[in-house]
Nanobody
Framework: QAQLVESGGGLVQAGGSLRLSCAAS????????MGWFRQAPGKEREFVAV????????YYRDSVEGRFTISRDNAKNTVYLRMNSLKPEDTAVYYC???????????????WGQGTQVTVSS
């Protein structure tokens, strides 16, 4: 069993930056691929970014490519999502997830955090 806790969300103006963190406990963090997803009101949860166990592979949804950066520190059991040049359409609850596969599909992930709200004002 793994427990995931996100932090770092908040209110920011368009063009601003935030860094989300996801701290993991309960199982060996480094055995999991880690993903970030988001869900806006009235919309389905969507993939944002994923990073492989060792951090050597990363993938992003097209709309955040070049603006967001996913990284991880296995010594600290933490994964990060650095978000730059934020847009109002990035407003959502952001979730981190842990799973065995490097995948964009939310149903492939085994553990989820509770989410952190990101609001981008125009």
């Amino acid at each position: 069993q793994a427990q995931l806790v996100e932090s770092g969300g908040g209110l920011v103006q368009a063009g601003g930056s935030l860094r989300l963190s996801c701290a993991a406990s309960g199982r060996t963090f480094s055995i999991y691929a880690m993903g970030w997803f988001r869900q806006a009101p009235g919309k389905e949860r969507e993939f944002v970014a994923v990073i492989s166990r060792g951090g050597g592979s990363t993938y992003y949804r097209d709309s955040v490519e070049g603006r967001f950066t996913i990284s991880r520190d296995n010594a600290k059991n933490t994964v990060y999502l650095r978000m730059n040049s934020l847009k109002p359409e990035d407003t959502a609850v952001y979730y981190c997830a842990a799973g065995a596969l490097v995948t964009t599909q939310p149903h492939e992930y085994d553990y989820w955090g509770q989410g952190t709200q990101v609001t981008v004002s125009s």
